[in-house]
C-alpha cells in the first residue's frame, strides 16, 4: 500500500492510524449534537424516570428520547449547583481546577481555558449556546451565543448577545426554543455538522409557569414524599442548620404567588408581565390567593398545602419544557436531521421535590446529587435501554468530544460515556464517584462538605466551621434517614471507604489544604 505522506501530515498520523477515527472526521459521517439542559429538573418529575408523579404529571416528548435511547440512572454531579456544574460540564474538570466553584461571591468563569465546545470548532463543527449560562464572562467557543444575564427572568427576558443586551417580548421556555429552532435551520444546510447547548431557564426557582400552563395543574393534588416531615435525628448538625425547608424558608409571597403586596412582584420579575399577561396571571391566582388566606392554615396542615402550591407551579413549568422539547424532535423529523443527529436531555443538577422537607440542591443526598440524564442516538444507542453505570456531568465534554471523532485532552477528569452508548460498558469503569461543595455560608446555609459514593456506600465530611463525617448505606437505608458513621458494624467498611476517599481526591488533584485556600477570608 502507499502512504500519501502529505495527506498524512493533514489527516494526522495517529488518525490516519485509526480508521474509526479516520470514519468519524468525514464530515458527512460526524453526528449533530444538540444538548438541552433544564435548571433544576428533578429526576422525579419526568415519567420516563417513573416515580410518584409519573401518572399525574407525565412529560410525555422527554420520553420519547427515553423511549429511543439510553436512559441514566445513575448520573452524579460533581457540584451540585449551577454554575459551577455549567463550568464542569464545558471544561471535563471538577471545580477546583476550572476555577468555578460556587455562585455565590464568584469570580467570572475564566473563558480562557480549554472547553470542549472550543476543540469541536476547532475540529470543523458550528457551534451555539442559547438560554442560560450563568457563569458571568461572556461565552467563548461558539459561533453563536445569546444568553440569559445571570438567573434570567421567565417573562418578557432580556438576552445578552455579542451586541449587548436587549429585551424580548413572550415565555422564556419559548423564546428559547425558537432561537435554537431558527438557528438550526440556518446551519442545517452549511455542510458541517453543528452542536448546540440549548440551556432552559425553567424550571427554576421561583417557577412562575408560562401563559399556556397557567391552571395546568390548579385543581391536581400530587403524593407526598415519605420524608416531607423528616425531623433529622440520626444525623448530623449540617441537616439541623440548613435553611432549605418548605416549612420555613419557602417564601408564601415571591415563591408560592400568593401575594398579599404586589410591590414584591418586582422581587421575582412578575413586574415585567405585561396588561394582558398580567390580567391572565390573575384570573388563575385570585381566586388560589383568596382561598389561601381564607383558610389560615397553620403547622403540618400548612406544609401540605405549600407542598401542593409548589409542586403545581413547578410541574407546570416542566410542561413547557416538555413542550419544548416535542418541538425540537418534530423540528429534526421533519428536516430530515433525525438519523444524525444525537440529542440530549438533562438538568444541571437534581432538585428535592419535598424529600428531607425540602426543595433545592447542594447536598450529595440522591435527589440533588444525581441528574436525569436521556440520549438518543439513532443507528448507536440502542432504543428503550436504560444504564446503572456510575456516570457523571464531569464525562460530557469527553463524550461530545469521541462523538465528534475528537482525541479527548488528557488533562479531562472524566471518561467519554460513547462506549456505554454503543452497549459495553469498560471493565474498569469508575466503581466510585468523587464530590465536593463549596458554597457556604451563603443561600440555604448547606455546610461546605466533600465526599465519595460507591454503589452502595456515601462517605461525606463536612468542614469549615464544623468537623463531622456522615456514612450512609443506600441498600439499607435508600431514603437516607441514618447516618452509620459511629455504628461499629460499620466500622471495616467505614475505613475501607477512608482509604478509597483519599485515593480519588489524590486523582482528582484535590485535598484538604487546597480547600483551606478556598474558604472565605476574614
Ligand atoms: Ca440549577
Request: net charge neutral; glycine share 6%.
Amino acid at each position: 500500500m502507499q502512504i500519501d505522506f502529505k495527506l498524512l501530515t493533514v489527516i494526522g498520523l495517529s488518525t490516519y492510524l485509526n480508521p474509526v477515527i479516520y470514519a468519524q472526521n468525514e464530515k458527512n459521517l460526524r453526528p449533530n449534537i444538540i444538548y438541552i439542559m433544564s435548571d433544576d429538573h428533578a429526576y422525579q418529575a419526568i415519567s420516563a424516570y417513573g416515580g410518584i408523579l409519573k401518572n399525574l404529571a407525565p412529560t410525555p416528548n422527554i420520553d420519547r428520547i427515553a423511549r429511543d435511547g439510553m436512559r441514566f440512572d445513575r448520573c452524579l454531579v460533581t457540584n451540585s449547583i449551577s454554575g459551577p456544574c455549567r463550568a464542569v460540564i464545558l471544561t471535563g474538570k471538577y471545580s477546583h481546577l476550572n476555577g468555578f466553584l460556587k455562585n455565590e461571591g464568584q469570580q467570572p468563569f475564566d473563558g480562557s481555558q480549554q472547553t470542549f465546545p472550543k476543540l469541536l470548532q476547532k475540529s470543523g463543527y458550528i457551534t451555539a449556546m442559547i438560554g442560560k449560562w450563568h457563569l458571568i464572562s461572556d461565552p467563548t467557543g461558539f459561533d453563536n451565543w445569546e444568553v440569559l444575564p445571570g438567573q434570567g427572568n421567565y417573562y418578557n427576558p432580556d438576552f445578552i448577545n455579542k451586541d449587548g443586551r436587549h429585551r424580548e417580548e413572550g415565555y422564556v421556555t419559548e423564546i428559547i426554543t425558537d432561537k435554537c429552532i431558527k438557528w438550526s435551520k440556518e446551519v442545517k444546510d452549511s455542510g458541517k455538522p453543528f452542536m448546540l447547548m440549548m440551556h432552559h431557564k425553567a424550571p427554576h426557582r421561583e417557577w412562575q409557569p408560562g401563559p399556556n400552563e397557567l391552571s395546568l395543574y390548579k385543581n391536581v393534588t400530587f403524593p407526598e414524599p415519605a420524608t416531607l416531615f423528616d425531623d433529622y435525628a440520626n444525623r448530623g448538625t449540617a441537616e439541623k442548620t440548613q435553611d432549605m425547608t418548605i416549612s420555613k424558608t419557602m417564601r408564601i409571597e415571591e415563591d408560592l404567588k400568593l401575594y398579599k403586596d404586589l410591590s414584591k412582584m418586582k422581587n421575582t420579575g412578575l413586574n415585567r408581565l405585561s396588561p394582558e399577561q398580567m390580567s391572565a396571571w390573575n384570573t388563575v391566582y385570585d381566586p388560589i390567593i383568596k382561598q389561601f388566606y381564607q383558610s389560615d392554615l397553620k403547622g403540618e396542615a400548612l406544609v401540605r398545602y405549600k407542598y401542593q402550591r409548589y409542586l403545581q407551579d413547578y410541574l407546570a413549568c416542566i410542561a413547557a419544557v416538555d413542550k419544548s422539547v416535542g418541538k425540537v424532535l418534530d423540528f429534526l423529523k421533519e428536516n430530515g436531521l433525525d438519523k444524525n443527529t444525537v440529542v440530549i436531555y438533562a438538568s444541571d443538577q437534581g432538585f428535592y421535590l419535598g424529600e428531607h422537607g425540602w426543595f433545592d440542591k447542594r447536598w450529595m443526598f440522591e435527589e440533588s446529587y444525581r441528574t436525569p440524564l436521556i440520549v438518543m442516538w439513532p443507528g448507536i444507542v440502542n432504543p428503550g435501554t436504560v444504564n446503572n453505570d456510575m456516570v457523571s456531568n464531569l464525562d460530557l465534554a469527553e463524550t461530545f468530544l469521541e462523538m465528534a471523532g475528537v482525541t479527548v485532552p488528557a488533562d479531562m477528569q472524566g471518561r467519554s460515556i460513547v462506549p456505554i452508548l454503543k452497549g459495553k460498558t469498560p471493565a474498569n469503569w469508575r466503581k466510585e464517584h468523587y464530590y465536593h461543595y463549596y458554597e457556604y455560608p451563603g443561600s440555604h446555609m448547606v455546610k461546605r462538605h466533600y465526599g465519595m459514593s460507591t454503589e452502595r456506600y456515601k462517605l461525606i465530611h463536612y468542614y469549615y466551621d464544623i468537623d463531622e463525617w456522615e456514612l450512609y448505606d443506600l441498600k439499607a437505608d435508600p431514603l437516607e434517614m441514618k447516618n452509620v458513621y459511629d455504628d461499629p458494624s460499620y466500622s471495616i467498611i467505614r475505613k475501607k471507604l477512608h482509604k478509597r476517599l483519599g485515593k480519588l481526591m489524590e486523582k482528582y488533584k484535590d485535598s484538604e489544604e487546597l480547600a483551606k485556600t478556598f474558604l472565605p477570608k476574614n
